[in-house]
């Protein structure tokens, strides 16, 4: 099944650190721009984070300066360092690709093989 395979979720403090992981599973990441996106409970799904094949990363205000996003194309892994971590970062996070040359965006109707998700719990 090829989809992408999410992990490096956890409980964590508020100002605490976390790293998630995104693996390709039966393809290769370098043919996909990445996508994270996370959805709370009660919420919509919404884009965090997305680095293109080419292009720079693209963040949403709400993660901006404390989140950075990387791929590493030889470990077949997309990676997205999240940093001073607020109560409203919980959520469960998933990723995504977007096939081709597209410009990164938060569509997530563009975007295929969506992982399971990893749960991310920011609380004292």
């Known amino acids: 099944q090829l989809q992408f395979v999410e992990s490096g979720g956890g409980l964590v403090q508020p100002g605490g650190s976390l790293r998630l992981s995104c693996a390709a599973s039966g393809f290769i990441l370098d043919d996909y721009a990445i996508g994270w996106f996370r959805q709370a409970p009660g919420k919509e799904r919404e884009g965090v984070s997305c680095i293109g094949r080419i292009s720079g990363p693209l963040y949403a205000d709400s993660v901006k300066g404390r989140f950075t996003i990387s791929r590493d194309n030889a470990k077949n892994t997309a990676y997205l360092q999240m940093d001073s971590l607020k109560p409203e970062d919980t959520a469960v996070y998933f990723c995504?690709?977007?096939?081709?040359?597209?410009?990164?965006?938060?569509?997530?109707?563009?975007?295929?093989?969506w992982g399971q998700g990893t749960q991310v719990t920011v609380s004292s």
């Open positions: 995504a690709g977007l096939s081709g040359f597209r410009r990164c965006s938060f569509r997530s109707y563009d975007f295929e093989n």
